[in-house]
């Protein structure tokens, strides 16, 4: 059964890059069909999809932070790896990795999510 564990900093000051990075153990984020997802829910409202990385490298990003968001992967790892620049108070969030099967089109596997809370 696959896992997802997501790291990284609690804190991040305004203006700085968030950086985050999700281990996955139990299956390779190289396995074809896959898609490996950033998703966001900043304090009392929903989630927000951030972008994905796909088994075979390429990236997607939500129109509305694609100029602030990059996600990349090491392979050698098994890990993903989010860094969203230029951050805000905005940002402040529960930040989750997640698996999307592309064949069901669907978050079959979550990490427990961590908050990072973007403050002076």
């Known amino acids: 059964q696959v896992q997802l564990q997501e790291s990284g900093p609690g804190l991040v000051k305004p203006s700085q890059t968030l950086s985050l990075t999700c281990t996955v153990s139990g299956g390779s984020i190289t396995s074809n069909h896959y898609y490996w997802s950033w998703i966001r829910q900043p304090p009392g409202k929903g989630l927000e999809w951030m972008g994905a990385i796909a088994y075979s490298g390429s990236t997607y990003y939500s129109p509305s932070l694609k100029s602030r968001t990059s996600i990349s992967r090491d392979t050698s790892k098994n890990q993903f790896t989010l860094q969203l620049s230029s951050v805000t108070p905005e940002d402040t969030a529960v930040y989750y990795c997640?698996?999307?099967?592309?064949?069901?089109?669907?978050?079959?596997?979550w990490g427990q999510g961590t908050l990072v809370t973007v403050s002076s």
């Open positions: 997640a698996r999307d099967d592309g064949r069901m089109g669907a978050l079959d596997a």
